[in-house]
């Protein structure tokens, strides 16, 4: 019989705000069975530039990740916000451990070609190592994986959060029933942005596309759910996309294969 697999994705607001990640710590370490964490941060980490002095560029939401700006993130992301969540865990008796795609070479990406924008050290994801994680779940280890990759030439490389989350299931969809989750502040992906009662329940590709077509989903949720039917299409049984404080009681927008 094949375990089941629950890998959460947190997002950038709900990272920088300290009662509503403890909140949701406490419900991951309630889910039963293998998990993983995949966190953001890049609020903080804009923070932490400016504090510094450090311009932050971003193009349709997207981090221009020059050699200084990687200094910052990877302190933010691989430092902070990663261990932070790391002695959150092992205070909730959930053993867990910090990762970087650099260690046990979990996650190997390419640095970003330049086509109409440079984006530095930015990485999309060429290789997850399924056996490093499958080694650490099946020993009772829960990874919390930050977003940085690396090239296996000795760079890091900052990538996009949702993407490892995605990538991720996708890499252990053979070995485990996968369930992932998109954790942000809303309750799901809404047909109206300013009515959080509005939450589409079902979406696959079809409903998707039309949604798109007539403007209803657009901007930053357009990449999260592109993520989340690659996902799907790759063998990962379900993805919910909802609001942190439900992540154990299945409520929010339930993607899966077109009906």
Known sequence: MIEKLTLVKVGGKIVEDE???????????????AKILVHGGGRLATKLAEQLGVESRMVDGRRITDAETLRIVTMVYAGLVNKNIVSHLQALGINAIGLTGADMNVIRASKRPVVDIDYGFAGDVEEVNSDALDLLLSNGIVPVLSPLTHDRHGSLLNTNADTIAAETAKALASRYKITLIYCFEKPGVLLDETDDNSVIPNLDREKYEKYKR??????????KIDNALAAI???????????ASTITDGKGTVISETH
């Open 19 to 33: 009662g509503t990640l403890d909140s949701l710590l406490v419900d991951f370490s309630h889910i039963e069975g």
């Open 233 to 243: 299409e790759a063998g990962v049984k379900r993805v919910i996309i909802t609001r």
């Open 214 to 223: 007539e403007g209803v989903i657009t901007g930053g949720m357009i990449p």
